[in-house]
């Protein structure tokens, strides 16, 4: 099936510095990849929908400015979480659908720890 | 905002059992998924069904849907110790495979 990666599995980052988390499709090309949070023990929360060419749209209550979405070609978008603190310590995780199916594939998620 | 809300939220059964997981929707669906994440792991797969179909199996798993009820349900026959995991069922409202998820239900299966 297809394979979806995201770099990196664990990061470590002081309050107010920026960290920058890429997912990537490795055998299929995406248009479109979407990004999620989750918290421990609870579901995934929609972000945003990252565009290949044009804007990321944000869901209600997603500071775009924070989380900021580049989509910079059809097998790679990044989130980066600019000024970071701890309460945006989360697992972070993207998908992405193959073009012509109804599918979403998951990356294996970004462990973002704030200290 | 959370489009499905599953129940139970938490199921212990024996290795063994059979185990049912019911996801409830809101508004109406192109697709439903359903995913397996082990604890603190990435979302594995588990099925696909179309607004227009009403069951699917793969393996020891089967899924149903009823639109009218804006319900499914999962059910894992003969379940195993490895089949311990959190599964969510995730919507597609607008065919832009944007999948919204339910709440989840974390299975326990007791060896």
């Known amino acids: 099936g297809a394979v979806v990666s995201q770099h990196p599995s664990r990061v470590i980052c002081k309050s107010g510095t920026s960290v920058k988390i890429e997912c990537r499709s490795l055998?299929?090309?995406?248009?479109?990849m979407f990004w999620y949070r989750q918290f421990p023990k609870q579901s995934l929360m929609l972000m945003a929908t990252?565009?290949?060419?044009?804007?990321?749209?944000?869901e209600q209550g997603v500071e775009k400015d924070k989380f900021l979405i580049n989509h910079a070609s059809l097998t790679l978008s990044t989130l980066t979480v600019t000024s970071a603190h701890p309460e945006d310590s989360s697992f972070y995780i993207c998908?992405?659908?193959?073009?012509?199916?109804?599918?979403?594939?998951f990356g294996p998620g970004t462990r973002l720890t704030v200290t | 905002s959370q489009q499905g809300e599953e129940d139970p939220q938490a199921l212990s059964i024996q290795e063994g059992e059979n185990a049912t997981m019911n996801c409830s929707y809101k508004?109406?669906?192109?697709?439903l998924q359903w995913y397996r994440q082990n604890s603190g792991r990435g979302l594995v797969h588990l099925i696909l069904?179309?607004?227009?179909?009403r069951e699917k199996h793969s393996g020891r798993l089967r899924v149903t849907l009823d639109t009218s009820k804006k319900s499914s349900s999962l059910l894992i026959t003969a379940s195993r110790a490895a089949d311990t995991a959190s599964y969510f069922c995730?919507?597609?409202?607008?065919?832009?495979?944007?999948?919204?998820f339910g709440t989840g239900t974390r299975l326990k299966v007791l060896a």
């Open positions: 998908s992405a659908p193959p073009r012509g199916t109804s599918e979403q594939y």
């Open positions: 055998d299929f090309q995406a248009t479109t």
């Open positions: 990252s565009n290949e060419g044009s804007k990321a749209t944000y």
């Open positions: 508004t109406s669906i192109n697709n």
């Open positions: 069904i179309r607004s227009n179909e």
């Open positions: 995730a919507t597609d409202t607008s065919g832009t495979y944007k999948y919204i």
